[in-house]
């Protein structure tokens, strides 16, 4: 019989190569569309007593690259390390050490700059705002990530802050549709497909609690709705500037 130290998990990596792969991809895709779609960019404003400034423009198909490089960078150090992550022996405290960097380091990138665009999508433009809105997001990653060992209370702390920026975008967005200036209807779809993917990550995480396979490492259905978003988003936002 096999010793079991000397087992390997083929599966994790086969999902993080394709991962790679997949965003890689679409990244390329994104790039050689961008020049046939029209500038499809967020306003960014601060408004100080009754003046109000234009202070920056945020391109949302650059972005929506941007976050694909993102993760397929964040997916290349857990492809080299899955391997040793349940061994014993030098490799393998390294592969848990870059796991578990990787575990919070790209929530803390992705999902605050998604946050980001889909309130800016919604009509959510001031800066004091958008700052708000993305601390929050980064706030309730963290609390997911560094308090991973603490069981499912510590993940309805995450949540409760984590949910206040949807609860924001969503406000923002019904009541632009009740006044008449609502965003377009592939807007609210994209929303709302975003949404479901941040509450099925939840989810995933929340069984991940009842049977963990490792306090450091998430596991592979939170990844993939990670991953999932950062396509949708990406598509969503050039099909977006294409209509526009």
Excluded: K
């Excluded at 949404?195 to 596991?219: D, M």
């Amino acid at each position: 019989m096999r010793d079991p130290s000397s087992w390997r998990t083929p599966a994790p990596r086969v999902g993080a190569a394709l991962a790679v792969t997949l965003l890689l991809a679409e990244a390329a895709c994104l790039l050689v569309l961008l020049p046939h779609s029209e500038p499809f960019t967020l306003p960014v404003t601060a408004t100080f007593g009754a003046v109000s400034l234009d202070i920056a423009q945020v391109d949302v198909r650059a972005a929506s690259v941007i976050l694909c490089l993102i993760v397929a960078a964040a997916r290349v150090p857990s492809l080299l390390s899955t391997a040793s992550v349940d061994t014993v022996g030098p490799r393998a405290d390294a592969g848990r050490r870059v796991a578990a960097v990787t575990s919070w380091s790209e929530p803390l990138l992705v999902t605050p700059i998604i946050v980001f665009l889909l309130a800016g999508l919604n009509g959510v433009t001031e800066v004091s705002a958008l700052v708000s809105l993305y601390a929050l997001a980064s706030a309730g990653v963290l609390l997911t990530r560094l308090q991973r060992e603490g069981g499912r209370a510590s993940l309805v702390c995450a949540a409760a802050v984590g949910i206040v920026p949807w609860g924001v975008i969503a406000f923002s967005q019904i009541g632009a549709l009740v006044v008449g200036e609502g965003p377009s209807m592939l807007t609210r779809v994209l929303t709302l497909g975003m949404l479901a993917l941040a509450l099925g990550g939840f989810v995933a995480e929340w069984r991940e609690r009842r049977h963990p396979r490792s306090p450091r490492v998430p596991s592979p259905a939170t990844a993939l709705f990670r991953v999932t978003s950062v396509s949708v988003l990406g598509w969503g936002a050039l099909s977006l500037a294409l209509v526009a």
